[in-house]
Structures are given as C-alpha cells and as structure tokens.
C-alpha cells in the first residue's frame, strides 16, 4: 500500500506492507454527572485527587471514567485506594509518577519511571544486552538490553528494558523506584544464578561503573 505521510519536516509518500493504527480512548462518563456538581476535567474524565475523591464529598471514582492511565491494573488500584477510603481506613495516594508501562512484543518492552532524556550526565545510567546474560542464553534469547538511569544524588529515577520476561521484570523495579533507592541500596540484596532478573543488577552495577560482566 502507498501512505500520504505529513510530518514536521513536510508530507511524503511511503510505501508499507501493514498500517498500524492507534486511535487511543476516550473515558465514557454516566449521564448526569455533570449535573450532580462532579467536576469533570477537559479530556472528559471524572476529576479525582490522589485518594480517588471528586469534586463531591463522599464521591469517589476510579478506573477508566477518570481519563487517565487507562490500564486494568492501574484501575484495580485506583479501587482499593477508593473502597480504603470509603470505608474510613485511608491508604498511601495513588504514584501515577511510578506506574509500570508493558508492551507485550518479541522482545516484550517495558518501563518505569521519568525517562533517560533528563539523565544522560556521564556514569548516571548503566545498561546490559541480554546477548551477555547467562539464563537468556540457555533460552537461546539474544535480542535486547535493560538501562538503569539515576538522579544525581543517586536515587533510581528509571528503569528500562527490552527482553524475555520484561512485563515480569518490571515490578521488581517499580519496588525500588516506589521505595526511592539508590543504587546501593539496589545491589545490596544477593541476586540468584543464573536468572533473567540479573540483567537489572548488571544494569544498576554498569551505572555504577561496577559492572565486569559487560562485553
């Protein structure tokens, strides 16, 4: 198939053998919602705080009515803050800083954290290929790496990865951005080998120009 692409540079004309398209979502709101004094935020979510409550007192919501991070998992979450709240035993907010971004590929991709655009000081952010780590080579996997980047006081500010078992991986560093530690803190713990999850020990050692393992 031909495409019509228009960029910021112009529009071209490209040839493709698939189009993949990705028209995003839009929260569905209950009718009279916005009648019942429930401030509703402009890209038509239901406006909660950190704890799921609205605009209303005693009206809470959570999941995909409010418009934001349309995830299941980040919806179960939003609910259990909601019902500790309802029923009067508040629990810590919701991070929408620290939730875990997966995309279920070959490799599987993903996430946590700010970024690597605002972390690229010299010796700040570690990386290890998977083609290095033992356990992926016994599953004849080569293909990916995972970065570690920290704040320049030394906190782990993000956590990426590409390679089997990511969507898996992940949480472990969602724990250590949640808790804010350090990349002392990270390594402290003894990894076990050989196992995927070393590729993230390797990472956090190479950002601490500790890593010997690194082809």
């Known amino acids: 198939m031909t495409l019509d692409v228009e960029t910021a540079s112009g529009r071209t004309t490209e040839k493709a053998e698939l189009c993949l398209v990705c028209t995003g979502r839009e929260p569905v709101v209950p009718e009279g919602v916005q009648g019942s004094g429930v401030e509703v935020g402009e890209g038509g979510g239901i406006h909660v705080d950190g704890h799921m409550r609205t605009s209303v007192p005693g009206v809470y919501a959570a999941g995909d009515v409010t418009g934001s991070h349309m995830y299941a998992y980040v919806a179960s979450r939003e609910a259990e803050v909601a019902v500790m709240g309802i029923v009067g035993e508040e629990t810590a907010a919701m991070r929408y800083d620290l939730i875990p971004r997966v995309v279920f590929t070959d490799p599987e991709v993903a996430s946590v954290g700010k ?5 690229r000081e010299p010796g700040r952010q570690g990386v ?4 290095a ?16 980047a920290c704040a320049p006081g030394g906190e782990i500010s993000s956590v990426s990865i590409a390679a089997p078992h990511a969507t898996e991986l992940i949480a472990w560093a969602t724990l250590a951005l949640n808790q804010g530690l350090t990349l002392e803190d990270f390594l402290e713990p003894i990894c076990p080998h050989p196992t995927l999850s070393e590729i993230l020990r390797e990472a956090a050692l190479d950002a601490a120009g500790l890593c010997i393992h690194k082809p």
């Open 115 to 119: 970024g690597v655009a605002g972390d």
């Open 128 to 131: 290890f290929p998977v083609s």
């Open 133 to 148: 780590l033992g356990r992926a080579r016994t599953m004849d996997e080569s293909e990916g790496f995972a970065r570690v």
